[in-house]
């Protein structure tokens, strides 16, 4: 089992930048490739980005690229999302999620959300205009 708890949202104004946090506890972190997923009221979870277990590789959605970065520490067991330029379209419940799926890292697998197996209570991100 891995436990993972979000940290480091809130309410922000448009332009704005905040970055969110993820620790696991439980098994080894570094044996999950990470993601972090959104999820709007009314809407669908969707996809946000996505990191392989070593750091070395990441992807993100288009409605996110050039603004988000995703980015861990293995050492400290976190997960992170830097976001800037800050939407009101990016207000949601983010979630961070980890994947016990093996195979080499490929982006648009990881961007499935069935292929997550854990995932932490969501931090609320709202961006006001």
């Known amino acids: 089992q891995v436990q993972l708890v979000e940290s480091g949202g809130g309410l922000v104004q448009a332009g704005d930048s905040l970055r969110l946090s993820c620790v696991a506890s439980?098994?080894?972190?570094?044996?999950?490739?990470m993601g972090w997923f959104r999820q709007a009221p009314g809407k669908e979870r969707d996809f946000v980005a996505s990191?392989?277990?070593?750091?070395?590789?990441?992807y993100s959605a288009d409605s996110v690229k050039g603004r988000f970065a995703i980015s861990r520490d293995n050492a400290k067991n976190t997960v992170y999302l830097q976001m800037n330029s800050l939407k009101p379209e990016d207000t949601a419940v983010y979630y961070c999620a980890a994947s016990a799926s093996r195979g080499i890292y490929n982006g648009p697998r990881w961007s499935a959300s069935n292929e997550y197996n854990y995932w932490g209570q969501g931090t609320q991100v709202t961006v006001s205009s």
């Open positions: 990191i392989s277990w070593t750091g070395g590789t990441s």
């Open positions: 439980g098994r080894t972190f570094n044996n999950y490739n």
